[in-house]
């Protein structure tokens, strides 16, 4: 690997891909949406090119010359008003990026994928690589085009194009400015704007870790196999006690009735729906998480080498970076009756 292209470089997996290159001693470019927010590309000598992955001929100017491709550009949220945009970008886009990777006849793709493209398994059981997906009742949109898209790159593998696939957990860390609807979760926790669980897990990591896992899976995947990046399956009372202790809070966490959670994601899309911001949550995203989403990460570990760094350490260092970049701490109205609220109930 001599020069690679990374599409969505300036997000929050790609920015931390794109210095795990440069310190790899990996040419990098990096492409980026015209007008982005490029502020996790500051102060690294990374060459960008504007591009869109809706938009073929930028896609092929981005990579000339370069030997290898990340593709990591996609829309990742719960809820947006006009559903297209996630079927446009993270479907039709990875089209056109896969198709212009062939054309190029570039050595080695690496396709970030997600494990919402995976299976889930009954209770706290451990799904893996191999488990068909079979979230098509409660799946909201991201879930789906993350299926659909991860499809279409193993059938660009079947038909000779050099593809691995990575389907990261659940990522936190530095350099979430938007933050992401994962890190956002654990930004209202550590503000302590939320403080109700219901029963479910993840399986969290490291941004770093993914990032580390997308620069070994170029170097040692196999072509049209998948790589589970994660670390720690967690139940959500584990994580945000978890959080809450790194924040210097009382976890003093409250168990929500899961038709109430649903109640409480519908009531919320339907606000976001009507006057368009993001909702906190939404019925179908309390309905996915309201499983167990634990994952069997050995495959990594043993075909690629990847070793995660300890939860609680990571935790702990994205919390000081949000409160260094000023979302923490959190005095608004809003975050002021919250807080109040969980000191009485925690009585």
């Not at 992955?53 to 896609?59: C, G, H, N, T, Y």
């Not at 979230?135 to 050099?162: C, H, M, W």
């Not at 608004?332 to 925690?346: E, K, P, Q, T, Y």
């Amino acid at each position: 690997m001599k020069k690679a292209l990374v599409t969505g470089a300036a997000g929050f997996i790609g920015s931390s891909l794109v210095r795990e290159l440069l310190d790899d001693g990996v040419e990098v470019r990096a492409m980026v949406l015209p007008g982005e927010d490029t502020r996790n590309l500051e102060g690294i000598g990374v060459e960008r090119v504007e591009g869109n992955v809706l938009d073929r001929e930028s896609i092929d100017r981005a990579l000339a010359g370069c030997d290898t491709l990340f593709h990591l550009a996609a829309i990742y949220s719960i809820w947006m008003r006009d559903r297209g945009d996630l079927y446009r970008v993270n479907l039709q886009g990875s089209r056109n990026v896969l198709w212009a990777a062939r054309d190029a006849e570039i050595e080695k793709v690496v396709y970030t994928s997600s494990i919402a493209a995976l299976g889930v398994k009954p209770g706290r059981e451990p799904a893996d690589e191999e488990t068909a997906f079979n979230q098509f009742d409660i799946a909201n949109d991201y879930v789906l085009t993350k299926y659909l898209s991860q499809e279409e790159a193993l059938t660009f593998a079947r038909q000779g194009v050099p593809i691995v696939v990575v389907n990261p957990c659940f990522p936190y860390g530095e350099g979430d400015v938007a933050p992401t609807p994962t890190g956002k979760i654990i930004l209202d926790v550590a503000n302590g704007v939320q403080f109700a669980y219901y029963d479910g897990g993840f399986n969290v990591v490291d941004v770093k870790d993914v990032a580390r896992g997308h620069l070994l899976a170029a170097k040692l995947g196999r072509v049209g196999e998948k790589y589970i990046l994660g670390n720690r399956n967690v139940t959500i009372r584990e994580l945000f006690e978890s959080v809450s202790r790194a924040a210097g809070m009382e976890p003093g966490m409250i168990r929500m009735p899961l038709p109430v959670a649903r109640l409480y994601g519908y009531l919320s899309m339907r606000w976001s729906d009507h006057f368009g911001s993001q909702p906190i949550s939404t019925a179908h995203e309390i309905d996915y998480s309201a499983q167990y989403l634990f994952y069997n990460t050995s495959k990594a570990r043993r075909e690629l080498g990847l070793e995660p760094r300890p939860v609680e350490e990571s935790i702990a260092r994205a919390i000081e970076w949000w409160r260094a970049e000023g979302y923490m701490p959190r005095t608004d109205g809003v975050a002021r009756f919250m807080n109040a609220l969980r000191r009485l109930l925690a009585r």
